[in-house]
């Protein structure tokens, strides 16, 4: 039987055990806590590991785009993209340390680019890109923003296609943004005559111009005279605002040869320096250029005294030895008078310019650009007259005349002859340009 002493040793060990029981409970469920929390915090450690490794390998990617895309912004060469070539490796995927650009041919002139390299062991493309070679102009043989007039006959020969349809081919041949008038007939020759297509490698397919692309009468214009309210020629040939064009005259990437026409006439007020660009236009492109930008007003023509230089005649002739010669006037009057083809295209554009009568002193289009307003009385006054083309010439790769608020005047008809070879050729030095929605459009 207990004593006293003995019960009270035994409760004291007991609860001494329930004590050790409590405080090894506690310490488990700390420990399962501790545990739990634990790997929380390993999980999250291990996602934000897992985010910086894909943000460096996003970023990454990303650089390596960037690269590519300027090595094409400076070369403007889409035959070098071919798969499996190693056009970037010296310039990206070495100094980057990346594995490969990878190049993927879409069609239509278009290329993904898809940088590709090593992380934690294994080769990934965490980003890619699809670039765009094609030339984002709108259709039609002549563009203008100026107020129109034509006598005479206008000829197509053959026109721009345009897009291909089911049953025929939406053919453009003038796209005009403000007034339109034409006395004479309109003949689109469409394309019967092979020897007249529009490229070396057009194929009509057996179709010709939608009934709804073939105008006939200038009383009834159809889908092949376009009015165009947002056309901007200039931006659309070099993707940047007019506001701009010392941008594009200075940049070595198209490598214009100048001419000022203020400087040609030196000592004689008496003769219009515009006259005399005919034989600098000459000169210019006998010595290999094809890309001139004329600054100031210019005439060019073939002298009715045979004895005086035939400057239209022989620049015409020498545009023949080249793939196609861009010639842009600025800010001044243009004059053309006689017959020919000039192989490339006209641009003419006044921003900061605005024609005056004494602007034509002296000019053989003076007394061409006076009878405007004989023969259409709609016209309240000649001052306004920026462009005056006399005579059947024709410029195979397009005629652009941003003159809003001026007028160009086309006297004794309009002969032209579309061929998108010579635009690609002269227009050609545009940049890629990243396709929209293929990656983020930040």
């Not at 915090?41 to 690269?67: M, P, S, T, Y």
């Not at 010392?246 to 000592?267: A, C, K, M």
């Amino acid at each position: 039987m207990l004593n006293h002493s003995s019960l009270a040793l035994l409760l004291s060990k007991q609860r001494g055990a329930a004590t050790l029981l409590v405080a090894v409970l506690l310490l488990a469920s700390v420990l399962v806590l501790s545990l739990a929390s634990y790997k929380g915090v390993f999980f999250q450690a291990k996602r934000a590991q897992n985010e910086i490794e894909a943000r460096i390998a996003h970023w990454i990617g990303e650089g390596g785009l960037e690269c590519a895309y300027t090595k094409m912004y400076q070369d403007r060469d889409q035959s070098v993209l071919v798969s499996g070539t190693i056009y970037f490796d010296s310039d990206c995927v070495v100094p980057m340390n990346l594995s490969s650009m990878n190049i993927d041919s879409l069609g239509g002139q278009k290329y993904r680019i898809e940088p590709e390299f090593e992380q934690s062991g294994i080769l990934i493309s965490p980003v890619s890109k699809v670039v765009d070679f094609s030339r984002n102009r709108s259709t039609g043989a002549i563009k203008a923003t100026a107020d129109l007039y034509i006598r005479g006959t206008g000829t197509f020969n053959p026109p721009d296609p345009g897009n291909e349809l089911a049953s025929g081919w939406e053919c453009v041949g003038l796209r005009y943004k403000n007034n339109f008038e034409m006395i004479g007939a309109i003949d689109n020759k469409q394309f019967y005559a092979a020897t007249n297509y529009p490229s070396a490698s057009f194929n009509p397919n057996g179709k010709q111009c939608l009934s709804s692309h073939v105008t006939t009468s200038s009383a009834n214009l159809k889908r092949d005279f376009q009015y165009d309210d947002k056309l901007d020629p200039f931006q659309e040939a070099f993707d940047l605002s007019s506001s701009l064009w010392t941008e594009v005259r200075d940049n070595p990437i198209y490598d214009f040869d100048i001419i000022q026409t203020s400087s040609l006439i030196v000592g004689n007020a008496s003769v219009n320096p515009a006259s005399k660009c005919g034989e600098a236009v000459k000169n210019k492109i006998e010595s290999g250029s094809t890309r001139i930008w004329v600054e100031g007003s210019c005439e060019l023509y073939n002298d009715p005294v045979v004895t005086q230089p035939q400057w239209l005649s022989e620049i015409a002739a020498a545009t023949q030895d080249t793939d196609g010669v861009l010639l842009l006037v600025h800010n001044g009057i243009f004059s053309i008078h006689g017959s020919g083809e000039f192989k490339g295209s006209l641009f003419h554009i006044n921003n900061s310019f605005s024609p005056t009568a004494s602007d034509w002193n002296g000019l053989y289009g003076e007394s061409v650009k006076n009878q405007l307003s004989s023969y259409f009385p709609s016209v309240p006054t000649s001052a306004d007259v920026a462009y005056v083309q006399n005579g059947s010439f024709v410029f195979t790769g397009g005629q652009s005349l941003d003159l809003d608020g001026q007028i160009a005047y086309f006297n004794n008809g309009l002969d032209f002859k579309y061929n998108s070879d010579v635009l690609d050729s002269i227009f050609g030095v545009l940049p890629p340009r990243w396709l929209k929605g293929s990656w983020n459009d930040f």
